[in-house]
């Protein structure tokens, strides 16, 4: 009996951004709308720049929480500069290769069979190739580069793609587009959290395994994390002498507080069950985000392992933690991510996450988008804004997100609007979060109005001309009219948007 094998459309830039986009720092819909409905027309504009000497748009700079105190710095790149970036990485996905040897191993961020690498299963393969490492040899030294991405020189970028193997017009393209974006400061290029970059931040650093003068019987990479492995500790202090005066030719340096030397440990006896739990939770959680990014990606064991319900020593595992008062970060995004399915047994410590990891709103907003009490969560919200003048941009952007998602039904929808909008710490894109939201209630489309009839070519103006999708098309075109008088990129939008 012949088999049917069903052959999938080739993967396209378009697929390639709208599959990543909700795994991205700032998923503003404003860029998922355009690139929906007006993908062509966006890379037709960005190349119209190139060829005509025109520049791309400085990029709005935000702020995404590292932790409770630290701030990840990047930028929200436009529609027209986020897509391109994605058409342009995507021409040239099949030139990030696989290493050249075992016994040089990078893992992460490139494209396999067609489609994108899912980083979690990537990460695990890193973490197991890690254990391999100690148990073939007696010691090694573990490092990361220090701010890897907001270190990364333009001029090295732009050899590195070169390097690469792109067409001469591409590279020029590319030298431009980050230099452009950065307003022409060539430290700090590189946006983060969107995989393209990713991919980019990945292969630059091969020349760290690729280096003869690094010999090390064992090398083990995962984009900035790298370890070398031995059995003989001076030869490994040497390799990593020389790991460190390559990076230092980039202008990059390690990261002293996180570097280790050692060799294999045990574990402690008395901590064993607990491991066990633990690793089947974080199996689990592995599961949940690998699933979240490709379906396809689970073999049957993965799948029966992972996709189980919870069972009760689990359940009570989770909550001995909550109980005991003091929660790490770790175990924090582990309950996060494992109990979307049990909130109702989370719910009385909602608050306490809000609080305590702003650095999880992301994992904040999954969880309680599966919260029966709608309500609740509303509460949560307005109290954490409203109790001090400091909330992080990234934390009032998913509380955003979570409003947008499931919080307009509840009876505090239009204070979290308010409280969000006008809250001190609001940026422009946590704002633009709220404009977006296509919703003709709670004085929405009064305040998306002001923006569209000024002439602003902003974050603000361009949400503001998404969110107007929720209007009567008649009255919207009548706005959009307004708006793109503007500038250009204003112009664009409006073309995109009246054809909807």
Same mark, same amino acid.
């Given at each position: 009996?012949?088999?049917?094998?069903?052959?999938?459309?080739?993967?396209?830039?378009?697929?390639?951004?709208?599959?990543?986009?909700?795994?991205?720092?700032?998923?503003?819909?404003?860029?998922?709308? $355009?690139?929906?409905?007006?993908?062509?027309?966006?890379?037709?504009?960005?190349?119209?720049?190139?060829?005509?000497?025109?520049?791309?748009?400085?990029?709005?700079?935000? &702020?995404?929480?590292?932790?409770?105190? &630290?701030?990840?710095?990047?930028?929200?790149?436009?529609?027209?500069?986020?897509?391109?970036?994605?058409?342009?990485? #995507?021409?040239?996905?099949?030139?990030?290769?696989?290493?050249?040897?075992?016994?040089?191993?990078?893992?992460?961020?490139?494209?396999?069979?067609?489609?994108?690498?899912?980083?979690?299963?990537?990460?695990?393969?890193?973490?197991?190739?890690?254990?391999?490492?100690?148990?073939?040899?007696?010691?090694?030294?573990?490092?990361?580069?220090?701010?890897?991405?907001?270190?990364?020189? &333009? &001029?090295?970028?732009?050899?590195?793609?070169?390097? @690469?193997?792109?067409?001469?017009?591409?590279?020029?393209?590319? =030298?431009?587009?980050?230099?452009?974006?950065?307003?022409?400061?060539?430290?700090?290029?590189?946006?983060?959290?969107?995989?393209? *970059?990713?991919?980019?931040?990945?292969?630059?650093?091969?020349?760290?395994?690729?280096?003869?003068?690094?010999?090390?019987? $064992?090398?083990?990479?995962?984009?900035?994390?790298?370890?070398?492995?031995?059995?003989? $500790?001076?030869?490994?202090?040497?390799?990593?002498?020389?790991?460190?005066?390559?990076?230092? @030719?980039?202008?990059?340096?390690?990261?002293?507080?996180?570097?280790?030397?050692?060799?294999?440990?045990?574990?402690?006896?008395?901590? +064993?069950?607990?491991?066990?739990?633990?690793?089947?939770?974080?199996?689990?959680?592995?599961?949940?985000?690998?699933?979240?990014?490709?379906?396809? /990606?689970?073999?049957?064991?993965?799948?029966?392992?992972?996709?189980?319900? @919870?069972?009760?020593?689990?359940?009570?595992?989770?909550?001995?933690?909550?109980? +005991? =008062?003091?929660?790490?970060?770790?175990?924090?995004?582990?309950?996060?991510?494992?109990?979307?399915? #049990?909130?109702?047994?989370?719910?009385?410590?909602?608050?306490?996450?809000?609080?305590?990891?702003?650095?999880?709103?992301?994992?904040?907003?999954?969880?309680?988008?599966?919260?029966?009490?709608?309500?609740?969560?509303?509460?949560?919200?307005?109290?954490?804004?409203?109790?001090?003048?400091?909330?992080?941009?990234?934390?009032?952007?998913?509380?955003?997100?979570?409003?947008?998602?499931?919080?307009? /039904?509840?009876?505090? *929808?239009?204070?979290?609007?308010?409280?969000?909008?006008?809250?001190?710490?609001?940026?422009?894109?946590?704002?633009?979060?709220?404009?977006?939201?296509?919703?003709?209630?709670?004085? $929405?489309?009064?305040?998306?109005?002001?923006?569209?009839?000024?002439?602003?070519?902003?974050?603000?103006?361009?949400?503001?001309?998404? =969110?107007?999708?929720?209007?009567?098309?008649?009255?919207?075109?009548?706005? @959009?009219?307004?708006?793109?008088?503007?500038?250009?990129?204003?112009?664009?939008?409006?073309?995109?948007?009246?054809? *909807?």
């Amino acid at each position: 009996m012949n088999k049917t094998v069903v052959r999938r459309p080739p993967y396209s830039a378009r697929e390639f951004f709208l599959d990543d986009l909700p795994r991205t720092l700032f998923p503003l819909a404003t860029n998922k709308i $355009l690139v929906e409905k007006g993908a062509t027309e966006l890379v037709a504009y960005a190349e119209g720049l190139i060829r005509n000497g025109n520049p791309f748009l400085p990029q709005r700079r935000v &702020h995404a929480n590292k932790d409770a105190l &630290h701030l990840r710095r990047t930028v929200k790149l436009d529609a027209v500069a986020e897509y391109y970036l994605y058409h342009l990485i #995507h021409k040239y996905r099949s030139k990030f290769r696989k290493p050249h040897r075992k016994t040089r191993q990078h893992f992460g961020y490139r494209f396999e069979g067609g489609r994108p690498v899912s980083p979690s299963k990537s990460y695990a393969d890193f973490k197991a190739a890690i254990w391999d490492g100690t148990f073939r040899t007696e010691e090694y030294i573990s490092f990361d580069v220090s701010n890897y991405f907001n270190g990364v020189y &333009h &001029h090295d970028l732009h050899a590195w793609f070169a390097a @690469l193997g792109a067409e001469e017009q591409d590279v020029a393209a590319f =030298g431009k587009f980050f230099r452009e974006i950065n307003a022409g400061r060539s430290l700090d290029c590189l946006p983060q959290g969107l995989y393209p *970059a990713k991919m980019i931040g990945n292969d630059f650093l091969r020349f760290i395994e690729d280096a003869s003068a690094v010999r090390a019987d $064992l090398v083990v990479r995962f984009m900035d994390d790298i370890y070398l492995f031995g059995d003989n $500790l001076d030869r490994l202090k040497a390799d990593f002498a020389e790991a460190q005066r390559l990076l230092g @030719l980039k202008g990059l340096s390690v990261n002293a507080s996180k570097t280790r030397t050692g060799g294999l440990t045990q574990p402690d006896e008395s901590e +064993e069950h607990l491991s066990e739990l633990k690793k089947r939770l974080l199996k689990r959680r592995r599961h949940l985000i690998i699933s979240h990014y490709d379906e396809e /990606e689970f073999e049957e064991d993965d799948e029966e392992d992972g996709a189980t319900a @919870l069972d009760e020593e689990e359940i009570r595992f989770i909550l001995s933690l909550l109980n +005991e =008062g003091s929660l790490s970060e770790e175990d924090a995004e582990l309950i996060l991510v494992v109990m979307r399915d #049990h909130v109702e047994l989370v719910e009385r410590y909602l608050l306490q996450f809000a609080r305590e990891f702003p650095h999880l709103a992301k994992n904040f907003c999954g969880l309680c988008a599966d919260a029966r009490d709608k309500e609740a969560v509303a509460e949560v919200i307005i109290t954490v804004v409203k109790e001090g003048d400091h909330i992080s941009e990234y934390q009032l952007f998913w509380f955003g997100m979570m409003l947008e998602s499931y919080l307009l /039904e509840t009876k505090k *929808a239009p204070d979290i609007i308010n409280a969000l909008y006008r809250h001190e710490s609001a940026t422009d894109i946590s704002r633009a979060k709220l404009l977006e939201i296509r919703d003709l209630r709670y004085g $929405l489309p009064e305040m998306r109005e002001a923006f569209l009839r000024e002439g602003r070519s902003d974050w603000l103006a361009w949400a503001s001309a998404a =969110g107007s999708l929720g209007m009567d098309k008649q009255a919207r075109n009548y706005l @959009l009219d307004y708006f793109k008088n503007g500038s250009e990129m204003n112009r664009l939008i409006a073309s995109i948007l009246q054809k *909807a």
